[in-house]
């Protein structure tokens, strides 16, 4: 039986696998109570913007003018920024695992994600990720966001990856679905262990990476 080609090339969701999502409808629910803001309206506004927002669209100002500052506010654009940055957190197994394994395999690693410019550009320098991720597949660069299809065949492109030798990790069930459709061999991120335990059957070993080698690893052949 021929074996599947060698991993050479992750495709990365930054929110829910690298960090946290940094503006989802938890933190905007912390900032509508925080700053005394009507849920649903801000809901509401954030419903009807956030795609084109996302998309490098709208800019990060027009977004908030839009969704919070269309009128008079006790409070000022620089507080609310900083409260919405400071709702990022990371993952740091995740993070330390694939900085590790880009170090073991040679991984080329690339985000594809949905975040807008502002917020996609504080994680990023924030916590680091560019020390260990080769391309930011951002929608807010590319102006098309998942689950459009196009953003992972730009992914190709740009990472110049031959479908069959690359692994996408992101933790929505449709993403996965789609890259998929693709040819894309893909993990469905629902925890540290089970991606490790996925990323061994690719041919990546993910267990012990803090260890001492006690035993070769033998990725699998073309």
Not at 102 to 116: C, D, F, P, Q, W
Not at 125 to 149: E, G, M, W, Y
Not at 193 to 207: M, N, P, Q, V
Request: net charge positive; proline share 5%; charged share 25%.
């Amino acid at each position: 039986m021929k074996r599947a080609p060698p991993i050479t090339h992750a495709f990365l969701d930054i929110g829910g696998v690298l960090l946290n999502n940094g503006w989802d409808h938890r933190a905007r629910r912390r900032a509508a109570t925080n700053f005394e803001l009507e849920w649903a309206e801000l809901e509401e506004r954030h419903r009807l913007t956030f795609e084109t927002h996302e998309e490098g669209k709208l800019s990060f100002e027009e977004y908030l003018g839009r969704v919070v500052f269309y009128k008079r506010r006790p409070f000022t654009r620089a507080q609310f920024r900083r409260f919405m940055f400071a709702q990022s957190k990371p993952y740091p197994e995740t993070i330390g695992l694939f900085a590790q394994l880009k170090a073991r395999y040679g991984l080329k690693i690339a985000v594809v994600s949905n975040e807008s410019r502002e917020v996609n550009a504080y994680r990023i320098h924030k916590f680091k990720l560019d020390a260990f991720v080769d391309t930011f597949i951002s929608s807010c660069f590319v102006h098309i966001r998942k689950p459009d299809a196009d953003i992972y065949r730009l992914a190709l492109d740009v990472a110049q990856a031959p479908v069959r030798q690359v692994v996408y990790v992101d933790n929505t069930p449709l993403f996965v679905q789609v890259a998929e459709g693709l040819g894309i061999r893909s993990i469905l991120h629902t925890g540290y262990e089970s991606t490790c335990a996925k990323l061994d059957l690719l041919g990546l070993r993910a267990g012990g990476l803090n260890h001492e080698n006690q035993h070769t690893h033998t990725r699998p052949t073309p």
